[in-house]
Every structure is written in C-alpha cells, then in structure tokens.
C-alpha cells in the first residue's frame, strides 16, 4: 500500500524522476515500466518520503535510482531480504522491490519464497526478459529449453521456471502478469498490486531488445496477441482471438479452447481471482506459442487473498508481551531472576 | 560418628554423563547455590557434537565443569578435583582432567558390561575393579538403585524414576561441600509446579543423595569452601551469550532504536536468539531469517529503516554474510554482526572453542571493506563489549564485527551487575531537513569531521536519497565510476575506521608493572587463563605482565608504547597464530606465539609453563 501525502500537493510523473541519466539501452523495455510505475504512482499522490524502492543486481535493478523515493540498490538477489527487513521494523513505510528473473528467481529464489510465504506488505515488479542482460546475454531460468546464448551456444538445457506457479507454490496472495508494450494493462495491474494488502507478486514480459529481442513477440504484436493472449477481466468469461470469437471452459478437470460459435459465453470459465484452483490452471497455461494446441497465455491478475502480514503479526506479538509482562524494564532485565548480595 | 569439615580455598567438579543424564542442570544447580554462597564461579559446559550420540559411548559424554573459589578465579579451571562419572565412558573421555588424589564419583550401575563395551573398555574390564584407579579416590554409589529404591512407592514408571538419579549425585555433593538444599528445592517446585509427583520424586531423591552422606560411615570428611571476597555489591550469575543478548536490549534504549535482530539457527551462536526473543515486552525484533544471507541482508534493511540491526553466527555462517557485510560497509549505516566462534574450517568442530575467525573478521570481504572489529574477554564482559560495539556502530555509521566464542558463550560467572542509569547515552548522527540541506540539496555522504556521514532515514521529508553497492560519489553518494572518486572513497572508508581510535579508550596493563621480561597480551577468551598465570608469576616475584586487547581493529593508539617497555611479547591464542600476524607486520617488534588448536581453552598451568620456560 502507498502512503499519500498528507497536505494537497498533485504529484506528477515528473516530480518522482531524479537528476540521473536513465541508463538503459535505448529501446529496452524498462522504460516503458519506470514511466508506467511514475504516473501510476503520481496519480496515486504518493508521499514521497514514505516509499522506498529496494533492489537487486542487474539492468532492471538500476530503477532505483531514477525514482525521487528512498532507495536502495542491493546486492544480488537479496532485495527481498533486505525489503523484508525494512518493512519488518518500519511497517509505516511503502516498498517496491525491483528485481529480474536471473535476480530473483536464480541467485534469489530462496529469499523470493520465503518472503511470499511470509506475505509482507511490499510489491515485487519482476521484470522478466528471459536472458541476462547486464553479464552480456547468458540464458537464465526463465529461458527457454533450447535457447542459444553465449553461455548455451548448443542450446539451454535448463528447464525453464514457471513464475506464476512458482509463487503459487509458495502461497503468494496477490499474482498478477503484464507486458512493457501494454502500458494501459500496466497501470491498472500496478494500481491493482498497490491496493492489495500483503505481498503482490507482478510478472512483467519486458523486452532486452539487445540480447532477447522478440522473446514476447508474439504476445504483444498485433498480429499474433489476439490469438495469443487472454486478458483476466474480474467477473468476465475467458474469452480470445482477433474476432472474441474463442472462449475457454473447463472440462472435467481440465480448461479446453472452444469456439464461440457452438458455446454459449455463459458457459465459459468466469475469471474469478480468489479462486486458488482456477488460479492454479490460470499458471499451468504456459504452453510454447504456437505448439500443438497451445492454450492462450493470461495476463491480468491470477490471484488475490487477503491473509494476515508477517509485520502486523510481529507487532501483535510484541504488544502481546507487553500486555502480559509489562513494557520491559532495563534494570529488571540487567538483574535477571535471582541475585545475591556480597 | 564426628564428621570433620576441611576448609578449601577452591574446587573443581566435573559433571558427567550421557547426553540425556541430566549433567547440564546438575552442574546449574550447583553453581547457582554456591553463587548464593558468595562463591566465585567460573564454567564451561562441554557438549557432545550430536544432540543424541549413542547411549553410553565416549561421543556422547556431556559435561559440565564448576570452579568455585573463595578466592578470586577467572577460569573454570585445570586440575579438577571431584569427577561425577553416571557411566563408563563419562570416567573414560574425562579421567585425564582428574588431578591425582582427586575423587570419581562413580554410579556403578554404568559401569556394567554393556556400559563398559560401549566405552570401549578392554575386555569389558571395568576400571572399577582393577588398579588403574589407584592414584584417585573413588566413591562408588549405585545411583540407579538407590534412586529406585527412593522413589519405591512414589507410582511413577521406570522411565520417569530414572530421571531423577542426577538428583541424588546433586544431593550428595551438597551435603560433601556442606550446602543446604533450600536453593535447589525452590527451583524443582517452580519447575514442576503443574506435575507434583515429579516435583515430588526430585525432592526426594535430591535429600536421599544428602542424607546418604550425612548417615554413611564412610564418609567422614566434609569441604567448605568459604565465600569470597569479591568487591562489596549486588551479584549474578551471566552466561556470555545472555550477557550478549541483555547488552543488546539495553545499548538499542540508549540509543532510543528499535533492535532487530536477525539471524539463522546455529551453534553456539543461537542462545542469543532465544535470550532476545523471550524479551519482546522490551520491543525487541527477532526475525528468524531462511539463511544466514537473508539474515544480514534483513539486518541491513532494518538499519537503513532507522532501527539497529544485528546479525549474529558463527564462522561459517559469518562467510556466507561476507558479501552483504560489504554493502553495509558502502552504505555506511550501522550494523552490529557478533561471530561467535567455533572451531574450524568448514563445519569444524561446531560445539568446540576457537578464536581462528580474526582474519575473516578483519579481511573476509571482497575489495577494500574495512571495519572495526571488538571481542569481549568474559561471560560478563559481553555486556559492556556488546553496548559497546553497538556504541561505535551507531555513532560512527560503520559496521562491527564481534568476535565472541563457544567457551565465552556458554561460560558462566557471577557478575556485580551495572545499574541502567549509569550506561552512557548511544547518540545516533541523524539528519533533518534543517541542518542538512545543503541550498536545498542533500548531501547523503558529506562527512563531519569523523568522517561521518549522516544517518537519513525514509520519513524525513525532503531527504530522499539513493544509495548502493555501486561506489558513490564523494559528496552526493551518486554512482560514480570516477578512478580518483574511488581511490578517495576506499581512502576515506579506511581513515575513518582508523579515527575511531581517538574515540576508544587507551590500551592498558591489566595486572604488573608497565615494563619489565615478559608482557603478555591476548584476545577474547584467553584472558583468564592468562590472568591467573600471570598472577602467581608475579606472585612468585617474577617481571611478568598482562595486557588483553579489546579493540582489534583499530588498535588502541598507544598498544605499540605498551608493548615496546618488555624484552618479550607473549601471544596465546586458541589458533594458528592470527593476533600474533596483525602486531608483528603492523609494529616493529616480534612477539612469540603460543598457540592452541584442540577446540579448548588454554588452561592457566600452560600458559605459566610456557612462561616459566621463556623466563629461563
Ligand atoms: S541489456 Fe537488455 S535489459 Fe539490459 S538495458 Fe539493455 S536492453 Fe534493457
């Protein structure tokens, strides 16, 4: 949740930029994202002070340095850690952690699970590229088996991760997926994550258009999204395809393509994002593109649930002791139980 | 009959058993009733590596030693006097601690055939019956039996009998060195409050093992050991890790932070989580993190919130902080890392004593990452160690490191405890809008003339800033690739770790004259062997003096004068000589090393001899 100024002001976009070069590659999807996180984040008046952005090592994780919040830019794969302690002493304050795939999902995957479980009040923008970009193109585990890089010159032999199940998996309460060409799609999955209490995972297909140009291709050009890509809409029936002429609907335990033409929309699969189950179905659809019977890939928020935040529980604990022992008293402390006198 | 009482001057007991015998909280017991006898105490718990070895092999020995003096003592001692063996392998794994003329206590019910094949004794010989026992006392007591027997008609099962049997070794030894119950007593009532029948059955087990030597004829002679003459004030008894977790409580009030304390299970660095989390009524964090990484990196977080953050392990887990320690060093902000040692490499000997982590402490950072390094030299003394590595932390926005160990840790002593009020004030360096813009710009890395920066926390306005493992810029704390930026940052970083000796205090001899044949000056936890050594060479009218160094990096200014007035400089250390590394490049001077690597303390007898041999 963002903290909004207290007095008037009407922040804009602008004013959260800072005097820094942005240093990325001209053309990379991350400006797209900074820009959307800035007027998202504008418009919601954010107090400045009061939000800090924490990140890892790599191109994305430069991002904190182009906001006018509090930042930190970390080590590698430790924004999660080092976010969960800062939310953890200071729950007033509002965190963004930025982070890539290689930074959070390979060097910081065990941070990244404990941190969902724990579901902190913080939002995670993992900028997925599939390759690393800052090491100068290796294959990374979000990269596709087969992929050739530097580092996989006959192919990656690596399965790759799949990230909404994987925070699924590690009981994430707030699982969304965007892409950097969708600014409009952005913005309402970043106002949705800001809004959700406890952690929000955010999925963002982002472009390196030097060293994986064209990895999400297909999900964002013209002619190939329609037919590639199915929108989460709350309430709405799954529907797809350049004419909104295919839909998608369970049968028996398993989500199949139908056509519009002999379903009627009612029967469909009607997103519904507190259903862990559909939210689980909703992950596995991750076929290869234009594989045999491929389903569509979902964007829009997978899941949300509203459980209890590990810094609120912390706090209850400590003013559960004091309500039971009293608020600590240092000599009490320093003498202990028992004493004796010379 | 008549009983005679001798008088003692000071008694060394050695508990031991299996792991599940109870010998930890035998030997509390006895230390907490001979503190309340104005005793001083030292000891030193000795754990078996696994939680449970195998019953009644020599890997599964647990031991507890209690030294206790009417005279005043600083280590739990060489040459133990009484040994408590509950089974075979007990006698076998700790008869060479046993000084000759001293007394076993042997339960002879462990000393079966079983017992003895599992301790490995020749031919199921046991020792009890031969000769090889001749030099020593033995008391044979069938402690299982006569246990059993006690608790006849109590309706409690076999199992939960048998529990009780440490009791009545604990009831015999009060009545051999003439201790009332009353203390013990009080303790098994609050302890099983809610099961009576046990309570019960301790207590009566516990006046069995007394009464058996009030009315046995065998023994006719009883111990005293007299109160000693400890400075005039109030007492208790501190282990190093409590006294560690207490300090910490109290230096974040003195600073008026919040303490958040993050850390990973790990031996024998764990108690000080317990300690703190048991302590939430004082507002304290304890965030028990996935690993050790996450542990620091949550530490640093809670530090760049404006809390006080500290991470605690041992060696291994130090090494996998190695990284993060280094960004607390670039973002200089404060953060309190408290290694306490065990053997090693690697795993080591994870319940064993070592001081072998000062080179990591000192150097175990990739590229230029210095940082100001402090050890506590007793139990007691980690509490004003702790406030005090905490102290520099904060007010001079650097990271510390503090080199505890297993022996300091779990060691015990009574302590003439402070009063809260008379601890100094911890005075964060704050910014605040008002005095630290700069023509409205904030300057997050301008310096005073400390060279410390200020401490700009999210939620003061108009202080937004970024900082970063990148190297920052001399002033704004921007990135910057400059090579003479960077050369005047490491230049910079190093300088004030350095100043920081113009705010400790100076290096003193702590029992001699200030010259003379031998100085000898240590670290951590071989203070009180060598102060004991050192005191009966003087005694004994030799030019011997002692000096402990608190503060290892940076050195005290003046350590070079102290050192120089002596013909030699004798450095013990439980490793390889690392102390000894630092003093001989940094000074012109070459000190001799005396080392130890045996996962134990020095005991004070060597540290004379090898005194006594120098002098010759
Ligand atoms: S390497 Fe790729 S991800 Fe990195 S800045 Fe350049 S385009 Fe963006």
């Known amino acids: ?342 | 009959m008549t009983k005679v009482t001798e008088k003692k001057e000071d008694v060394i007991i050695l508990f031991a058993g299996d792991s599940g015998d109870g010998m930890q909280l035998t030997g509390s017991l006895f230390t907490n009733t001979s503190a309340l006898y104005g005793n001083d105490i030292s000891t030193f718990p000795d754990f078996p590596a696994e939680i449970r070895a195998p019953l009644g092999t020599v890997a599964g020995v647990s031991g507890f030693k209690l030294h206790f003096a009417s005279v005043d003592i600083f280590t739990p001692g060489d040459d133990v006097e009484v040994l408590v063996a509950m089974n075979a392998a007990a006698l076998k794994a700790n008869l060479h601690q046993l000084k000759i003329g001293g007394t076993i206590i042997a339960n002879t019910a462990g000393f079966d055939k079983k017992n003895l094949r599992l301790a490995k004794y020749d031919n199921e010989q046991s020792p009890l019956l031969d000769k090889s026992l001749d030099k020593f006392r033995v008391i044979e007591l069938d402690v299982s039996k006569m246990t059993r027997e006690a608790l006849v008609d109590s309706g409690l099962g076999t199992k939960e009998v048998d529990r009780c049997k440490n009791m009545y070794v604990l009831g015999f030894l009060f009545w051999m060195y003439n201790r009332t119950l009353e203390n013990t007593e009080t303790f098994i009532k609050e302890k099983f409050a809610k099961k009576p029948d046990i309570r019960d059955a301790n207590i009566k087990v516990l006046k069995s093992g007394y009464f058996f030597g009030d009315t046995n004829e065998t023994f006719t002679t009883r111990f005293e050991v007299e109160s000693a003459h400890l400075p005039k004030g109030e007492y208790r008894s501190i282990m190093g890790n409590q006294a560690t977790a207490i300090g910490l409580i109290v230096a974040a009030k003195k600073a008026n932070l919040d303490l958040f304390y993050g850390s990973y299970p790990i031996t024998p660095a764990s108690d000080i989580l317990h300690e703190l989390a048991r302590h939430k009524n004082y507002g304290v964090k304890t965030f028990q993190a996935e690993d050790e990484i996450a542990a620091v990196c949550a530490s640093i977080g809670a530090s760049y919130g404006g809390a006080i953050g500290v991470t605690a392990s041992s060696g291994p887990g130090i090494a996998l902080k190695g990284e993060a320690i280094g960004l607390a060093v670039m973002l200089e902000i404060p953060l309190v890392i408290i290694n306490v040692q065990r053997g090693g490499p690697s795993t080591g000997l994870p319940t064993k004593t070592e001081q072998s982590d000062l080179m990591q402490a000192i150097n175990g950072r990739n590229g230029e990452a210095p940082l100001v390094v402090i050890a506590p030299h007793s139990p007691s003394d980690c509490f004003h160690t702790i406030i005090e590595a905490t102290r520099i932390s904060i007010e001079h926005m650097v990271p510390v490191m503090y080199l505890s160990d297993g022996f300091i840790a779990n060691g015990s002593e009574p302590w003439k405890f402070p009063a809260a009020e008379d601890i100094k004030e911890i005075k964060p360096n704050f910014a605040d809008a008002e005095k630290s813009l700069e023509d409205g710009a904030f300057y997050p890395y301008a310096r005073d003339e400390r060279l410390v920066r200020e401490w700009a926390t999210p939620g003061m306005k108009d202080l937004q800033h970024r900082v970063g493992g990148l190297e920052k810029d001399f002033k704004s704390g921007n990135v910057s690739y400059d090579p003479a930026n960077h050369e005047r940052m490491v230049k910079v970083r190093q300088e004030k770790v350095d100043r920081i000796a113009d705010f400790i205090p100076e290096q003193k001899i702590e029992q001699g004259e200030d010259q003379g044949d031998i100085l000898v000056i240590g670290w951590g936890s071989t203070y009180g062997a060598s102060r004991t050594a050192v005191r009966e060479l003087i005694n004994e009218g030799h030019k011997v003096s002692q000096a402990h160094i608190k503060y290892l990096n940076p050195f005290p200014k003046n350590l070079f004068d102290v050192m120089k007035n002596f013909d030699k400089v004798l450095i013990p250390e439980i490793n390889n000589g690392q102390l000894i590394n630092l003093i001989n490049a940094k000074y012109d001077l070459r000190a001799i090393p005396f080392n130890k690597i045996k996962g134990l303390p020095f005991t004070s007898r060597e540290i004379k001899e090898k005194l006594l041999e120098l002098l010759s």
Not at chain 1, 171 to 184: E, G, I, Q, Y
Not at chain 1, 213 to 220: K, L, Q
Request: proline share 4%; charged share 25%.
């Open chain 1, 1 to 342: 949740m963002t903290k909004t100024n207290d007095i008037q002001v009407n922040l804009t976009a602008k004013d959260l930029a800072t005097d820094q070069d942005v240093r990325w590659c001209p053309g990379c999807g991350d400006y797209s994202i900074l820009k959307q996180l800035q007027s998202t984040l504008a418009e919601a008046n954010i107090s400045k002070e009061d939000t800090v952005f924490v990140s890892g090592i790599g191109c994305s994780s430069r991002f904190p340095y182009y906001m006018d919040t509090y930042g930190i830019h970390s080590i590698h794969g430790r924004a999660t850690a080092l976010a969960s302690g800062l939310k953890a002493s200071r729950p007033d304050l509002s965190v963004w952690i930025i982070t890539g795939d290689g930074d959070s999902l390979s060097i910081g995957g065990n941070h990244l699970i404990h941190l969902l479980r724990r579901n902190f009040d913080v939002n995670i923008l993992m900028f997925n590229n599939e390759i690393y970009g800052l090491t100068k193109g290796q294959y990374s585990p979000t990269s596709p088996k087969g992929q050739t890089t530097k580092s996989s010159p006959m192919g990656s032999l690596d399965h790759p991760f799949n990230p909404a199940a994987l925070v699924l998996g590690a009981s994430a309460t707030f699982v969304a997926r965007s892409m950097d060409r969708d600014p409009k799609h952005m913005r309402e999955i970043l106002k949705a994550a800001d809004s959700h209490k406890g952690t929000s995972f955010i999925e963002i297909y982002q472009n390196c258009n030097v060293f994986n140009d064209g990895a999400f291709e297909v999900f964002t050009d013209k002619g190939t999204k329609a037919d590639n890509v199915i929108l989460l809409e709350e309430g709405q029936p799954l529907i797809f395809g350049a004419d909104s002429d295919k839909g998608i609907r369970f049968e028996g335990m398993k989500p199949v393509i139908v056509s519009l033409s002999d379903v009627s929309k009612d029967d469909l699969w009607i997103h519904d994002s507190k259903d862990e189950t559909k939210a689980y179905f909703l992950s596995k659809m991750f076929d290869e593109p234009g594989s045999e019977g491929a389903m569509p890939r979902p964007f829009g928020v997978f899941y949300q649930e509203d459980r209890f935040r590990y810094e609120e529980a912390m706090n209850e604990q400590i003013d559960r002791a004091i309500s039971l022992k009293g608020k600590g008293d240092l000599d009490k402390l320093i003498r202990g139980s028992s004493t004796w006198k010379v």
